[in-house]
């Protein structure tokens, strides 16, 4: 009952918003729902932990993996409802435009997103990534401009053709459980592939092997990995400032979580070797890339949207180091990041309210002008880069620690170059923006600066970037070694 319960929530708040013609009562309803989400969320891993894990017929299905990223999307998704409800006032009002239809379809997309977590099958776990895809086209496209409807289409067209890739290494990875032994029935079923490991060593390691590769691609261009990236510049830029904080904070470990549990598959076939491999070259070509086109970035959004990309290079560098702190950093990235990127993308909101733009050349002074948010904006940085005494420096510590202590030189020596480089950017675009004198006047919005609800989902932002590092909370460390235990 919990897990229809949190698949049914966001879809009839879907429903039930578009009712509401006001911004007020839409925005009331909205707020509603996402409580009532987090509630069943917060029950489904207190069952899980309790029991082990939940099932609904053949489909869907939570353990304590899931239930680490299903909350990780719920409080994203919670924040941003919290911060949309001042940041719709910009929304024009229009036929598909208007405060209902832009929280209809953000429920929609969290439909998607909740249900690609409880997937227990590898068909079912596809269609509702595509899901994702179809949800999120219409948030990109939101604002209806040409730049907009543009990245919606070519983000709609790129990510459609990567999870082609993924539906035929789907196909790979079930031809090779039959041929091993496996009934048809059961060779799409996560539990049964995750326990049949000495059963697929058997069978064909090329079909296991092919069908990964393709499944890297696939999903590795929902995570954004390069060179499969092109489309997450353009609809971070184009996309409402709450919709970007969500694709980055919460669609992108939609498919991290699928390559984890396709990952502990392969390295209970055939072993880590060839799987962690792939990763490990795809992860560091990430950071590698982004990084360095990080420095060239025009375009405060653009600038975040390539952080995200050299993210989940850590991300999958961490999942190829594996071991126990490899593992362990990865997991906590997913979670650590999804705070420090929501905290980048509402304060960059509230300066593309205020100045107008988000293109930095044209910014000058804006800690004179909105010191709330430029404080909200160098807390991120200073997060988003992995220094202490914030949640990201304890993530990738792990990742490093366990990339040195397996010896692996050159992919440490990577990391700490390009995170060094990726420091060098963010300072040098914050002087470019935060000092001087503003050259336009201030505006209501920028009156406002410090008030208001998107303020207090900066504020949770950072207060729980600082805990985490600080210290890791036992019972948050607890629940992550029972995640990291499902994939064993």
Known sequence: MLLASILLIPLLASVLVLFFASRRAATLLALAAGILEIIALALTAWRVAKDGSLHLGRYLRADALTTFFLLNAGLVFFLVLLYSTSYIRHIPLG????????YSFLFLFL????????????GFLWIMMEATTLASALLVGFYNTEGAVEAGWKYLIVCTVGLAFALFGTIVIYVAAVHAGLKPEEALQWPVLAQAGALLAGGSHTLLKLGFIFLVVGYGTKIGLVPMHSWLPDAHAEAPSPVSAMLSAALLNCAVYALVRYDAIIVHAIGPVFSHRI????GLASVLVAGLLMIVQQDMKRLLAYSSVEHMGIIATGLGIGGFFGLYGALLHTFTHS?????????????????????MVTIKGLARRLPWTSAALVTGL?????????????????????????MHWFTGIVLLVMLVVVF????????????????????????????????????????????????????FSLWLKAAMAVLQ
């Open 95 to 102: 036929r598909f435009s208007s405060p209902r239809w832009f």
């Open 279 to 282: 990763l490990i070259f795809f």
């Open 111 to 122: 439909f998607s997103i909740v249900a690609v977590y409880l997937a227990n099958n590898l």
């Open 382 to 406: 200073v997060a988003i880069v992995g220094l202490p005494p914030f949640g990201l420096f304890v993530s990738e510590f792990s990742i490093l620690r366990e990339t040195f202590g397996q």
């Open 424 to 475: 060098a950017a963010m300072v040098f675009h914050a002087l470019r923006v935060l000092p001087g004198t503003p050259e336009q006047l201030v505006t209501e919005a920028g009156r406002k600066d410090g008030r208001g609800p998107e303020f207090l989902a900066m504020g949770i932002c950072a207060v729980v970037l600082l805990a985490f590092g600080v210290t890791v909370p036992l019972a």
């Open 339 to 359: 705070m420090a990127k929501s905290l980048l993308f509402f304060s960059a909101g509230r300066v593309r309210e205020t100045v107008g733009t988000s293109r």
